[in-house]
């Protein structure tokens, strides 16, 4: 968390905060790599909150780069996702309201690593077989991949 939430939460506790985040989700073939979040133990893309100044792509390379040790070459737009599925209320009471940015990536290097503090766990998913316990404000994310692939969008 950068330190602009942390100066947030300080002042205003766990009230609902309204952020941009960035993700991004690394396709090879038909299989997308989703992270098993340690908060709270469902599958999830790889993002988090653009900090104040910065571009929402270097964001959402920064992230994936944390979060899997993968280093994002080309970035493609998948869409900008928002509404009533983005309010969220983390385990620790932490609400958000977050509007994201989201990316597919099938150009990056490097070997998926777990970075052992936000992700337990890492994993390629087959697009027509992805996992029921994801993320809630992540559904319409893959659901939209999912979609493109199967439409043929994704070659």
């Known amino acids: 968390m950068d330190g602009y939430i942390k100066t947030?939460?300080?002042?205003?506790?766990?009230?609902?905060?309204?952020?941009?985040?960035?993700?991004?989700?690394?396709?090879?073939?038909?299989?997308?790599?989703?992270?098993?979040?340690?908060?709270?133990?469902?599958?999830?893309?790889?993002g988090g909150c653009v900090e104040v100044g910065e571009v929402v792509e270097d964001a959402a390379r920064r992230e994936l780069l944390e979060e899997t040790g993968l280093v994002a070459g080309r970035l493609t737009l998948l869409d900008v996702f928002s509404g009533e599925p983005h309010l969220y209320t983390y385990p620790n009471g932490d609400e958000v309201y977050v509007v994201c940015v989201a990316y597919v990536c099938r150009d990056f290097e490097g070997e998926p690593t777990v970075d052992g503090n936000e992700v337990s766990q890492l994993q390629w998913f087959d697009l027509d077989a992805l996992p029921q316990d994801v993320f809630p404000p992540d559904c319409a994310m893959l659901a939209k991949l999912a979609q493109l692939w199967r439409d043929g969008g994704l070659d």
């Open 8 to 46: 947030m939460r300080a002042k205003i506790g766990h009230e609902r905060l309204v952020f941009v985040g960035a993700a991004v989700l690394p396709v090879r073939g038909r299989q997308v790599l989703l992270q098993r979040r340690s908060d709270n133990g469902l599958w999830a893309g790889h």
